[in-house]
């Protein structure tokens, strides 16, 4: 999951995603509902939030957020877009991942220990 170049740093909250952000990283998948490979991308992020601690899965339905898929430049689906704990997006892929790769991107989002909130907060 390669950084997308030219494309401007935005950082995303729970009131642009509608749901809150998870205390280590986010996996947000932008999916439409004849996507074949979204379900699979669905199962694949799902898997990974399980294994891995303080990370959540939100899923954007790409053309009920019209607006917002505009404003991130989605062009197809599925689109993941990996956060950091600040929301900022440090990872974005499109197609469907394999989970190695899906925590490799995670491993970028969660390297600086100092990003992490200290609340005691874990959403999953």
Do not use: W
Request: aromatic share 2%.
């Amino acid at each position: 999951m390669p950084e997308a170049p030219g494309r401007p740093r935005t950082i995303l909250g729970p009131a642009e995603l509608g749901a809150p952000l998870g205390r280590r990283a986010t996996l947000v998948q932008f999916s439409t509902a004849f996507c074949q490979p979204c379900r699979a991308t669905r199962r694949v992020l799902a898997g990974v939030t399980a294994m891995v601690d303080g990370v959540a899965h939100v899923e954007i339905d790409a053309e009920r957020e019209l607006a917002l898929v505009r404003t991130l430049d989605v062009v197809r689906t599925p689109t993941v877009l990996v956060l950091d704990a600040a929301g900022r997006i440090v990872r974005r892929a499109e197609g469907q991942p394999r989970t190695p790769d899906v925590i490799a991107a995670l491993g970028a989002a969660v390297a600086d220990p100092a990003k992490l909130p200290h609340d005691g907060s874990d959403v999953q």
